[in-house]
């Protein structure tokens, strides 16, 4: 154990997360919605500007507030931010976010929803929300994995796990619909 020291830690609260899977067309809803801290981020030498955006494709996710529930979070955050209704839902992990300074954990689900007419803008006006949504074949969003076009952790680390259970999970879902 080394000397006593004071750290500051950035008191986030948690959040959950949810990818929208429709295992019937194959098809991931992501969504895309500009981000100002990436905006920041990306200013850094260290970013190519001409090959990256601060308009993120992302998964819906949420903060929970006092007394809400994970799962409560991610099935509002369905419908306000892609106007989609998850049917049945299955918690898959939680992890910590940056646990050197934040306290933040992410709470991530996979839900089942109708990508059949997924699209549009959608959020919430009070919140100046702007979200673009996205119904994406589960082959391509794994080229865009592949290409690099997803740049946040709370979007790459589902999506890796679903790539990974992907053809095992298509045959259970479409067993059981």
């Known amino acids: 154990?080394?000397?006593?020291?004071?750290r500051e830690i950035f008191e986030r609260g948690h959040a959950a997360a949810c990818l929208l899977y429709d295992p019937d067309l194959d098809k991931?809803?992501?969504i895309e919605q500009f981000r100002a801290g990436a905006l920041a981020a990306l200013a850094s030498p260290w970013f190519d500007e001409a090959e990256t955006s601060?308009?993120?494709?992302?998964?819906?996710?949420?903060i929970l507030e006092d007394g809400e529930e994970p799962?409560?979070?991610v099935r509002r955050e369905a419908l306000e931010e892609a106007g989609c209704v998850i049917?049945?839902?299955e918690p898959l992990f939680n992890y910590l976010v940056s646990p050197g300074d934040s306290s933040e954990s992410m709470f991530v689900f996979l839900g089942?929803?109708?990508a059949a007419n997924a699209g549009?803008?959608?959020?919430?006006?009070c919140e100046g929300e702007d979200i673009r949504v996205l119904a994406v074949d589960a082959q391509e969003v794994f080229e865009m994995l592949d290409k690099v076009c997803i740049i946040n952790g709370m979007t790459l680390i589902p999506l890796q796990w679903f790539r990974a259970h992907h053809e095992e999970l298509r045959r259970r879902?479409?067993?059981?619909?």
């Open 1 to 6: 154990m080394g000397a006593e020291i004071d």
């Open 87 to 89: 049917g049945h839902i």
């Open 54 to 62: 601060p308009w993120l494709i992302e998964i819906v996710a949420g």
């Open 71 to 73: 799962e409560a979070v």
């Open 120 to 125: 549009g803008v959608h959020g919430l006006k």
């Open 112 to 114: 089942r929803v109708d």
């Open 28 to 30: 991931l809803v992501l």
């Open 173 to 177: 879902w479409l067993g059981s619909s």
